[in-house]
Each structure stands twice: as structure tokens, then as C-alpha cells.
């Protein structure tokens, strides 16, 4: 009974740290950077809300992945 409750305990513990060990925040291994010190990036956004990011590549090209989700209304 004893050595089935160690083996417990310890699982339980491995959950616990290696889920302790995870981000929380959107920001991996980075710092988030104050507003207009990258003027090269972009943010897309419909109705105020950011829905894709990109970068500059012309004065009025942006280049993106394109790996978001199609515009609900397509312009």
C-alpha cells in the first residue's frame, strides 16, 4: 500500500512542476516592446481587434504568413 501511494506521489509531483514550468503570458522567452519602437511591423485589425500581424516590405505593401483564419466580411 505504501510503495502504491509513493508511486502516486511522485506522478502527481512530475504533473505538477512540469506544468508549473509553462508560460503563462503571450510573450515567450521575450520582452514586450514599447508602441512604435518596430515602425517596421504591422497589426491588422478589423473593428479594433488584432486579427493578424505582419511587416512592412513597400510604404503601402504589408507581408504576412497567412496563417489566421479568413476575414469574416472580405472587402
Known sequence: MAGSFSWLLIVFLGI?????????????????SAPYQ????????????????????ADQWVLSANGESPPKHPR
Open 38 to 57: 518596430r515602425p517596421y511591423m504591422a497589426s491588422l485589425q478589423e473593428d479594433g481587434k488584432h486579427i493578424c500581424g505582419g511587416f512592412l516590405i
Open 16 to 32: 505538477f512542476s512540469a506544468s508549473a514550468d509553462r508560460p503563462r503570458g503571450r510573450i515567450l522567452g521575450g520582452l514586450e
